[in-house]
C-alpha cells in the first residue's frame, strides 16, 4: 500500500486523512445538506457513517485522496483526490469541501496540485470528472482544470435513495 504525500499550494496543505479526523469531516462537510446535495454517499447521520471511510481509506492502491487544509487557520477544510479506473484507463477526480469556503478556488487549487503529484507519479493519460447537471461548481471547477464535456450520463447516490442527470468532463494530456 502506497500512501499519499503531503503537498502544498498556496493556500492549502494537501495531506493524509486519519480516523482523527472523523469529527471534523462530520462537523464541516459530511452532514452538511448543502455540500451533499450532489455527493455520491448519502448524508452522514453520525460520525460512525464515515469511520469505515476513513479506516479503509488506503487500503486502495488506486484511490489517493487527500484532506484539505487551510495554511491561514490550520483547519481542516475539505477533502478530495484522484482515482484510476483500470477498466478504461481514465483517472477521475472527486471532492468535497466545507460549504464556508465556497466559491474561493480552492478545489481548483487543491485538485490542480494533486493531478500534478499524479502525473508527476503516475501514468495519467486522461483525467475526467462527473458532476450533476444543477451543479454549477463542479462544473467549473472542471472548466478551469481545463476539462471540456466528454459525455451525458447520471450517478446514483451509494444507498440509491437519488439518481442524478450528469455531465462528464475530462482532459487528455
Not at 462537510?29 to 455520491?40: E, F, G, L, Q, T
Request: charged share 30%; proline share 3%; aromatic share 14%.
Amino acid at each position: 500500500m502506497k500512501s499519499v504525500p503531503v503537498l502544498e499550494t498556496e493556500r492549502l496543505i494537501l495531506r493524509p486523512l486519519s480516523i482523527e479526523d472523523l469529527d471534523t469531516v462530520y462537523t464541516k462537510w459530511a452532514s452538511d445538506p448543502r455540500v451533499n446535495k450532489y455527493m455520491i454517499y448519502p448524508l452522514w447521520k453520525s460520525r460512525e457513517d464515515g469511520r469505515e471511510w476513513l479506516e479503509t481509506m488506503y487500503q486502495d492502491d488506486d484511490k489517493k485522496d487527500f484532506g484539505f487544509v487551510d495554511k491561514a487557520t490550520g483547519e481542516l477544510i475539505g477533502s478530495g483526490g484522484i482515482y484510476y479506473h483500470a477498466d478504461i484507463g481514465v483517472w477521475s477526480i472527486g471532492y468535497n469541501l466545507s460549504y464556508d469556503y465556497w466559491n474561493r478556488g480552492l478545489v481548483t487549487e487543491a485538485i490542480s496540485k494533486i493531478i500534478e503529484w499524479a502525473r508527476e507519479n503516475f501514468t495519467v493519460p486522461v483525467v475526467a470528472g462527473t458532476f450533476a447537471v444543477g451543479n454549477i461548481g463542479s462544473q467549473r471547477v472542471m472548466e478551469k482544470l481545463g476539462m471540456t464535456f466528454y459525455e451525458d450520463t447520471e450517478y446514483s447516490k451509494l444507498d440509491g435513495s437519488e439518481t442524478f442527470k450528469a455531465k462528464t468532463y475530462r482532459k487528455v494530456f
